[in-house]
């Protein structure tokens, strides 16, 4: 399955700092950085065929990809980001909760910006409708920057693609309107699907051993259990023994009874109770 990729143009950077050192051999390190200066400011032909400053116009970083993978990698954050630059001096411009009737709940003190779905404006429609102009064969190919133009002109006027809603009554409005993700071949920042446990199996390891653990719950009144995650990461807690004598019998039933196994048992690969708080001693 074809992966979106990025491509970037810093071969003009790269060319001018090489020229610099051939043309400018003998030269001061002072003058050298003086010449690059001014040559940062003349207008180059990009590769899209437009002229223009560097800093402004240059074209950047370009998105080859399917559409479904470009918001699997941007729809939360970059197209999120985008949003909310774009609505930061508008929500202080309306200053208020734009809701109308209290829906049944008080007003909360934060406002957002949410897409108007009324009217069929959203965030992620917004965007594969602009992709869909640079699709050819099921790939798009896109430099950065003419999509965020578009994309911020496609929200242009404010008024009508966003209300100014706080917190609460943004969720209220936007409730059922947010369609499941389906599946993608892309994983969300780079992490594979979790491994989880089957029900009841959990097992357990004491260190130095069952009697060992047992005997230091009664002199110190405490042991430490370390819980290992699936994927290798280990999250230790301090066991305080206070409430009961802890005897073998009914050592397990505490251990299961414990919170955070209830909370996370199928995340859970094994359980190692130990006297040392270092889970590799």
Known sequence: MHRGKVDTLAS????????????????SRHLIQKISKRLSRFRIQTSSGRAGNLKNNVTM???IGTIEEFITLFGGTLLTNAVEAYTREYKKMVGTCQHKGNMGKKCSRRLEAAHNHIDHYDRIGIAVGILKGYEKDGIVEVDFNDFLR??????????KTVKILCSTHHGIFDKGTRAKSESSNVLRYGMPEKQTAERGSCPLEFVPSEEGVINALK?????????????????TKEWNNTKSDITGANLYNNLHSKKFVKDYRNRIEKIVVSVHENPEA
Not at 226 to 233: A, R
């Open 219 to 235: 002199e110190n009144g405490k042991c430490f259990i370390h819980y290992h995650i699936f994927g290798g990461t280990i999250v």
């Open 150 to 159: 578009k994309y911020h002109d496609a929200h242009q006027p404010l008024h």
């Open 12 to 27: 003009y950077t790269l060319w001018r700092e090489s020229m610099l050192l051939i043309l400018c051999k003998g030269f």
């Open 61 to 63: 970083a370009k998105f």
